[in-house]
């Protein structure tokens, strides 16, 4: 047998085998040592050894019985040929997983020999696997324990559909942090919060027990922008979590060090289940995934742990919370959308438009309602976003004319008038661009929060907000208001503890009043950026 090692990663082909036996040879006959030719070949000392005792008739039988397929799979070469010329892609771990959801007589073989079956195959018909697939991500991270830990999120994928055309599909994924147990729900449309619980449920039913944490990107369908674009929990996955016995933790959006992510799971599922998968219906395809699950991702090896989740999840299972509630399908008054470039939503043929900034990226999705032939449409917290008619008609683009005006020069005014209640200066400057980075979309709003709060607040104190704010990195309208008339408020305080020490002509409060003001400033700024930068 070759030695498995980084220095025989060259010799796969047929052909350097026999140029390598004929050098060997070459060597030997030239009275160099077995140790001369491994280091001058790159070759094990062993296998040295080995080629120099073969002779030419023995090393032809080994080529020749490399050539040929493996009896137990013959029966199987059409499918597989197909299956790698429709989709060259694929890997021999894939091929092995297809041939054992078609196949319920395929043998016993060890999947080393599927992987040269393939490899044989792919030489025979010349089907070479594109480059730069395959990869699967890992992270080595120190281990939680049983029960401790499971991570959650979401991804999308456009299939070819079995009538033809492309159906794009949305799943939710969650994995125990320990075991590596996965669990995978698909439907047809973006998921709303209601979904997103649901596919929890459904997780814990399968999991059989609730971990005590659960891991999440900063993903729309559990926040939603309020407080000028600060992020909020929306009331439903707020109310949700209360009442389940897990804490959510929040981590920046694919953040790996934030988040301490184990795995790529959603781009597992994408690579070695969806790829080259044929949609018959979102039912079938939950269905498969399920027998996918229990067949390969939870009952192979894994790649990082060396250990079998569906083994390890046997141990986890009794470490995980009670499930205290059944999954029921949510009937949902609003259905998701996603928001197209041109900021407009297809709907039964037709496209709506929406107003100019809707579209922040190619995730951006809103919610939808049809009643009594009005299109109402909502942002994901359910703020109304604009309404249209429903046309009857097909290809029609529905315009509301608002939608395309230019609000720039009302949004430059606003900037201005701030920028001089601030006092003109750099640091006005500075905190005005931040603010327009730090929330683009809500950057107009956050000015009109500035110039409707500040009406009643003198500017020493609009000033002092603006260091506080630029410290603390505290960028909300609201938020600036609020810390500049706090600071009005102890300066009236202050003032008034000063005029009734003169009325009554007492000192000794002096230092106390002092320190309860400053206690009270400290406490009331902790709380200012804790609610309002989040």
Known sequence: MLK???KMSFMKTTKERIYMWYKVKELGQQNLSKSRISRELGLDRATVRKYLEMSEDDFQRII???RHLPKKLNEYLDYVKVELQQHPYLSSAQI???LKEHYSDLPQVHSKTIYNFVQLVRRQYGISKPKGEGHRDFAQLPPVSYGQQAQADFGEYNMQAITGGRVKVYFFVMVLSRSRYKFVYFQLTPFTTQDAIYGHLLAFEYFQGIPRDILYDQDSVFIHDENLG????THEFRAFIQSQPFKA??????DPQ??????NVVGYVKKNFLRGRTFHSISVLNQEMLLWLSRTANARIHGATFRVPSQEWEIEKRHLGKVKEKAVRPVNEFVAYNVRKDNTVAYRGN???????TYQGRKTTILLSEVDGQLNLYFMDRTLLTTHAVSDGKGYLVRNSDHSRDKSSTSEENHHQVYLLLG???KAAMYLELLRKDKPRYYHDNLRAIIKGSKTIPEEFLWQSLTFCLENRLYNGNGFCQVAMNYQKIHQQAKSTKINIAVTGTSVLNDSTEMSVQTSNIKTYENLIGSWNR
């Not at 600060?230 to 929990?233: G, S, V």
């Open 96 to 98: 092995e997983d297809r």
């Open 424 to 426: 003109s200066s750099q």
């Open 4 to 6: 498995k090692s980084t």
């Open 351 to 357: 496209f709506y438009t929406l107003p100019l900034g």
């Open 230 to 233: 600060d992020y909020l929990l």
């Open 249 to 254: 933790v929040f981590c920046r959006k694919s």
């Open 258 to 263: 934030s988040k301490g992510k184990v795995e």
């Open 64 to 66: 020749d019985g490399g």
